[in-house]
């Protein structure tokens, strides 16, 4: 009764998710950040996804049957996101590419684990996903200790020396990733000058800009999100204050620049390699860009991670959770992101991460 309620109370929320059609052969879904400070990511996933889908069903479907998708919005919240997950319970979704924040994928997957839906994230990287996950949980995407790693290893090589700030937003992946990029840092002899926690949503940082100001701090390093780095780097820009930015995969959205503007010029940040240079991708790159959408970050690691999902049905001959579940782990998956497989936890055997610096607009990869 306690889910049918909650399943209520989402379906008045999520005003995005999608009403399944009645002639649906397989029901699928995708769950992210539709609306809210982070929808720029919700946005991502929901084009990724619906064109994955579109792709799919015009080249026959899954062992002969056409896929239906929904669409979960979380707003990042994790109640909302247990809410959604319970909604495509009782729905029959039998996939769910999502969530974006980890701090929505690591509830909702409790749900998924216990109604035996299979979940692929495209974008969360606390390793607590994966690590504390059940059988039916895998991502495409990295983790927080290997990006950690990158970017400890890269203040510790081009800041020698410096004063470095470690802040974070008290989120599971925003703290998650500033401690173990604090972690590296010390594991290479260096350590932080300021260690600070802020709070996300908020529209004025200028007193935490002086606090690092007033420091002397050199370079600080954010684990959040794009809104408040963005709002950062400005108000430091206006205090005259050049500290250098450097960040996470979190910033891979043109919503970042469009929140900087050329105060953003020469933000560093991690993120894996960029599918749309990937070859075997350029054909959906350019079905995206002849839409008019640029299929930026996260976009076609929700195409994947559908793809995935789909050739390990095709592979299983079936649908059934756990034959997908077996087939993922043993398999091979030609993909957008190239051909990956997943480890015994679900995570994905594939390149980790690389630096981005934005310039002009955009960002690529930095030298």
């Known amino acids: 009764m306690k889910k049918l309620r909650i399943a209520f109370v989402t379906a008045v929320l999520s005003s995005a998710a999608a009403v399944p059609a009645a002639n649906a052969d397989v029901l699928i879904a995708v769950a992210g950040p539709m609306t809210g400070q982070y929808a720029s990511f919700g946005e991502q996933f929901k084009r990724g996804a619906e064109m994955a889908v579109a792709d799919i069903n015009a080249a026959g479907g899954v062992n002969g049957e056409k896929l239906q998708l929904t669409i979960g919005d979380d707003a990042c919240d994790p109640k909302q996101a247990v809410a959604v997950a319970n909604k495509f319970a009782s729905e029959g979704v039998v996939f769910v590419a999502g969530h974006f924040c980890s701090g929505s994928s690591i509830p909702a997957s409790k749900v998924y684990e216990e109604e035996n839906i299979l979940q692929i994230s495209p974008g969360s990287t606390n390793p607590k996903l994966t690590e504390e996950g059940g059988p039916n949980v895998f991502r495409v995407c990295g983790r927080d200790d290997q990006q950690g790693k990158v970017a400890g290893d890269y203040l510790a090589d081009k800041f020698k020396g410096k004063k470095i700030a470690i802040l974070h937003d008290k989120t599971a992946y925003g703290k998650g990733l500033a401690d173990e990029t604090r972690k590296q840092l010390k594991a ?139 087939a993922l782990r043993g398999g091979d998956f030609g993909t957008v992101l190239g051909n990956i497989g997943f480890d015994d936890k679900g995570d994905v055997t594939a390149p980790g991460y690389v630096f981005y610096v934005w310039k002009n607009g955009t960002y690529n990869y930095a030298n």
């Open 188 to 326: 290479r002899g260096m350590s932080d000058s300021m260690y600070e926690a802020y709070t996300a949503g908020e529209k004025d940082y200028s007193a935490l800009v002086s606090k690092m100001k007033g420091a002397g701090i050199d370079v600080f390093y954010l684990g959040g999100y794009h809104t408040e780095a963005g709002l950062m780097i400005r108000q430091a820009r206006e205090q005259g204050y050049g500290a250098q930015l450097v960040s996470g995969d979190a910033l891979v959205t043109d919503e970042y620049w469009k929140i900087t503007g050329d105060s953003g010029e020469g933000t560093l940040m991690t993120f894996s390699p960029d599918p749309r240079k990937n070859p075997a991708a350029a054909p959906v790159v350019q079905k995206f860009r002849d839409t008019g959408y640029e299929p930026e970050g996260y976009t076609l690691y929700t195409y994947g991670a559908i793809q995935a999902w789909a050739q390990a049905a095709k592979k299983a001959g079936s649908t059934d959770t756990g034959k997908v579940i077996a």
